[in-house]
């Protein structure tokens, strides 16, 4: 059985104090049921760079993973303004987000750059988020499965069969992130089954099966539902709705079959 992934992207929101009161707001709701929630689903936040001290802090005997938003490929160098995995692992963050649309789109990254990224997680035993999604227009014009698919085999160029279940694909339509427009589970369980199809004929049965597929883009307490116990939603990577500790404990406790 695939463990769900239930990730809060937090972006650039909240200052160290707030940052602190969130993840005890979080811990409050749902450290009681740590045990019973951990056997069936992980549990994520990914705050902005420079609140992970505080952060990984104010986890601390908590289940609750910790997450990079964002990192180099490199592991040091003159990359002004960039972290490193090993700087990242220097705090306990063990996942890292990579290629959200965000980092597309304002940030010009491409796949070759967040194919780099991915490699460098997984050389470093990170596991990488891997975010694919078509914009709106791509959308209308039916494209989406092509190029979610080749969003998908450019991330993942030169991964061995043997990492490919390490990482998580993160399904995040443009056109829903942020906009208060979530994708039907209908939509959104035909794109996660695409994926799985393509690793299995990259890789076979047995790793399309372990692969965790996530969806996001404005997934809130209402809608996680529906979602995540569709058979190919393997959890959430959740914006907005993260950054308020009673909707993101209530959609981390999300029914999940
Ligand atoms: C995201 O940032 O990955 C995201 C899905 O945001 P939101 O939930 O706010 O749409």
């Known amino acids: ?33 740590a045990a019973t929630l951990a056997k069936d689903r992980d549990v994520l936040v990914a705050p902005p760079g420079i609140l992970i001290p505080a952060v990984a802090q104010a986890l601390a005997g908590s289940s609750i993973l910790l997450g990079a938003q964002n990192m180099h490929y490199e592991d040091k160098g003159a990359f002004t303004g960039e972290l490193s995995a090993p700087m990242l692992q220097a705090y306990g963050v063990t996942h ?23 490699l460098a997680a997984l050389h470093h035993r990170m596991t990488p988020i891997l975010c694919v999604g078509e914009t709106q227009d791509e959308h209308d014009g039916g494209r989406a499965l092509d190029i979610v698919l080749g969003q998908l085999q450019r991330g993942l160029k030169g991964v061995g069969d043997d990492h490919v279940t390490t990482v998580a694909i993160a399904y995040e339509p443009v056109w829903a992130i942020g906009t208060g427009r979530t994708a039907t589970p209908e939509q959104a369980e035909v794109i996660h089954g695409a994926i799985r199809g393509a690793i299995l004929e990259r890789c076979g049965r047995e790793r399309a099966d372990a ?26 990577l959740v914006g907005g709705a993260s950054l308020k500790a009673d909707s993101f404990a209530r959609i981390v406790r999300a029914r999940t079959r």
Request: charged share 35%.
């Open 1 to 33: 059985m695939r463990k769900k992934l239930i990730a809060g992207n937090w972006k650039m929101h909240l200052v160290p104090v707030e940052a602190r009161a969130l993840v005890e707001g979080i811990r409050h709701e749902i450290d009681r049921d």
């Open 96 to 118: 890292v987000i990579v290629g959200h649309s965000e980092r597309r789109h304002i940030f010009h990254e491409t796949d070759e750059l967040i194919n780099r990224k991915v």
């Open 211 to 236: 692969v965790r597929i996530i969806y996001g883009g404005s997934v809130n307490d209402e809608s996680v539902d529906s979602l995540v116990s569709r058979p190919d939603i393997d959890g959430a």
